[in-house]
């Protein structure tokens, strides 16, 4: 039975919590929650939904991952590695099939959670990391193209895929308003230069606000009305929706299932890449397992209320670090803030340009991106380089679920070649040298194998990606032996093709008269060889501790051979 280790860090630090603590947590909290508010509007629009989603996904999955998680500074909100994901769910399945998805999501979420799961996670290759976070970056860029230049589409509706995205915008590209041109590069340049002046306040929040001011003049005063706003596309209701749980059907969750297990993947990716990130600024250690859970809380309530995916979001989690955030408190009062805001300034929302947020997400993107990071990838093994780029072509021209099953079967099959790779069996007739069995010069005689005697030495895991090198061996030796030694001291373990294989070895052996003896199997595999009955086929007197006891038994053995054929 798994015992359940839940314990989330917001009741751990309030033992010790001071008034000073909750002064810094609260300013912390504040910025957060401001450095928030246009990306949750953004990442909202850019999935498909309308801009309160975004906040409402902020507020309900930030309080609860705040308040249930296992890291002190983790914030949670919509991020965007979910853009691609939830408008593709969208496109297909509508807003109720996201929902189920959703909260498919957050059940495995929980489940990988309950089962201690948080560290296999970190497990998955970097490449693949890389390639689809990379993916992600160039994915979400195409998807801002259409509103950094102003397309009209004629009522065209536009794919879902990459590569139907950029056909349909060159056959529109005569249609670019170039006030949009204008007003996208004037905030993706007020981004870029605000950390200059100021390291606090977010650049997406000055730009969108002296953009917005500005297109406003624009409008009344210039009689520039071309440039799009949030309002022009949504109505905004400044509320949080009445909880709704989606009808759900055996059929839509069989359907659904590949993508839940997306978003859970990416989702438990993300928060713990995060949280691992902030561990090391602040010197502090999170609970995954318990992280997971929240996370999946998170994502099974989220929906409920009107929202989308989310996960820990690294930005965010830093900005709330280096604005003094100390406890899950300053998380709490993220989502506060973003709650206030929703309820009495979020009508203001409707005068933000669209265009504006095109050049916010433009900037996610390129952050997201880590292009850098991916171009020095492109130096390490070419198997690596291979997932890399399998991964990121996947996700830019399939989708992301595609990209991570995909990139995962190939990362499992170089991995199991690399092991297979290390994994050495060598054949020695003659005698062995002492010296050579460690790092240390012994300055023993070295061990004479007698004649009509083999010693088999195994260097590494005995699996089924090496279970048939012997076959290969003893045919290349075509001899044949009166007894086979198989020494076996640097197998760490050995799994049911091994067992098989090594079995079939023996049955054969023993019909053509050679003899088998085992040397120096360590506790692990012993115990694993005797479970599975492996020891009533060679006789435990067959088993030896060292090469010395072998060759020993070996010498006896050849000895009453050579006595029973006088």
């Known amino acids: 039975m798994v015992k359940l280790d839940f314990q989330p860090k917001l009741f751990s630090t309030l033992k010790n919590y001071t008034k000073t603590d909750f002064t810094t947590d609260l300013m912390a909290g504040i910025i957060v929650g401001i450095v928030a508010l246009p990306l949750a509007i953004a990442f909202g629009i850019a999935s498909g939904v309308s801009p309160e989603k975004g906040i409402i996904t902020a507020i309900v999955a930030g309080f609860i991952i705040s308040f249930l998680g296992g890291s002190k500074v983790q914030i949670g909100g919509p991020t965007g590695a979910f853009i691609v994901i939830i408008y593709g769910i969208i496109q297909e399945y509508g807003i109720e099939g996201l929902m189920v998805a959703t909260m498919m999501a957050g059940v495995l979420l929980i489940l990988l959670g309950v089962f201690k799961l948080g560290t296999i996670i970190k497990f998955i290759p970097y490449p693949i990391i890389v ?76 730009a969108i606000i002296l953009v917005t001011v500005g297109v406003y003049l624009l409008k009344m005063y ?52 995060s949280a691992t990130v902030a561990d090391g600024v ?97 130096k390490n093994p070419k198997s690596d380089v291979t997932v890399l780029l399998i991964t990121f072509f996947l996700t830019v021209i399939f989708d992301l679920t595609v990209a991570i099953e995909v990139g995962l079967v190939i990362a499992c099959v170089l991995f199991m070649k690399r092991v297979m790779e290390t994994t050495q069996i ?85 019909k053509e008269n050679i003899h088998i003896i085992l040397s120096g199997v360590n506790e692990r595999v012993h ?22 006891e072998a060759l020993e038994v070996a010498t006896r053995e050849i000895a009453e051979f050579d006595e029973g054929n006088k």
Request: with cysteine.
């Open 426 to 510: 060598s054949v020695i007739t003659d005698e062995i040298d002492p010296n050579k069995e460690s790092d240390l010069e012994v300055h023993e005689e070295h061990l004479i194998i007698p004649n009509g005697v083999e010693v088999y030495e195994i260097n590494g895991p005995y699996f089924f990606g090496i279970a048939t090198k012997f076959e290969e061996i003893m045919a290349r030796l075509g001899d044949r032996p009166k007894i086979r030694i198989i020494r076996m001291r640097k197998v760490p373990f050995i799994d049911s093709t091994g067992i098989h294989n090594l079995t079939t070895l023996c049955e054969m052996s023993q």
């Open 222 to 273: 210039g009689g520039i009305t071309c440039i799009d706003t949030i309002g022009d596309r949504f109505s905004i209701k400044a509320q949080l929706p009445a909880a709704a749980v989606p009808a759900l059907d055996w059929e839509a969750i069989k359907n659904l299932f590949p993508v839940a297990i997306t978003i859970a993947v990416l989702g438990a990716i993300e928060s713990l890449l």
């Open 282 to 378: 602040i010197g502090d250690r999170h609970d995954s397992n318990t992280e997971l859970i929240a996370q999946g809380i998170a994502n099974f309530v989220s929906p409920i209320f009107g929202g989308i995916p989310a996960t820990g979001a690294i930005a965010r989690t830093m900005t709330n670090i280096n604005n003094g955030g100390k406890s899950p408190v300053a998380g709490i009062v993220h989502a506060v803030v973003l709650l206030l805001i929703l309820l009495f300034l979020m009508p203001l929302a409707q005068y933000i340009p669209m265009a504006c947020l095109a050049g916010v997400l433009v900037i996610v993107s390129y952050n997201m991106s880590g292009w850098r990071v991916f171009k020095g990838l492109l």
């Open 527 to 548: 115990a694993v060889l005797e479970k599975s009955g492996f020891y009533e086929l060679l006789g435990k007197e067959n088993i030896c501790s060292n090469i010395n």
């Open 131 to 206: 390639g689809f976070t990379s993916g992600i970056a160039v994915t979400i860029f195409t998807t801002q193209i259409a509103d950094i230049f102003g397309l009209q589409f004629g009522g065209e509706k536009v794919p879902g895929d990459f590569i139907g995205k950029w056909i349909l915008y060159f056959h529109h590209f005569d249609t670019v308003n170039w006030w949009n041109v204008i007003v996208s590069l004037v905030s993706i340049f007020i981004i870029a230069i605000t950390p200059k002046f100021s390291k606090k306040i977010p650049g997406s929040l000055v």
